[in-house]
């Protein structure tokens, strides 16, 4: 089992920034794939962005151009650059490794 802590967020106005962290308890190295996953209010959690170990990104297609998804295996981390946030993208984001769930990050954009 891997243990995710995420870090990062916060109240930001639309059209401003945020970089999500994404902490982990091994080798990041060793995980094929990791992510970050988006859940609004009132709807299903679902994809943002995710990277492998070979540095192989993915994005939805509502952020991609805008949110960057990076990590660093020496520090064990994952990150998420959001830029030009809009309020739709309002929700808790959570780090993924397989069945692995970070406690989530809140991040809410004012309109």
């Known amino acids: 089992q891997v243990q995710l802590v995420e870090s990062g967020g916060g109240l930001v106005q639309a059209g401003g920034s945020l970089r999500l962290s994404c902490t982990a308890s091994?080798?990041?190295?060793?995980?094929?794939?990791m992510a970050w996953y988006r859940q609004a209010p009132g709807k299903q959690r679902e994809l943002v962005a995710a990277?492998?170990?070979?540095?192989?990104?993915h994005y939805s297609a509502v952020v991609s151009g805008r949110f960057t998804i990076s990590s660093d295996f020496r520090k064990n981390m994952m990150y998420l650059q959001m830029n030009s946030l809009e309020h739709e993208k309002t929700g808790v984001y959570y780090c993924?490794?397989?069945?692995?769930w970070g406690q989530g990050t809140q991040v809410t954009v004012s309109s």
């Open positions: 091994v080798r990041i190295f060793r995980l094929i794939k």
């Open positions: 990277i492998t170990n070979g540095g192989r990104t």
């Open positions: 993924n490794v397989e069945d692995d």
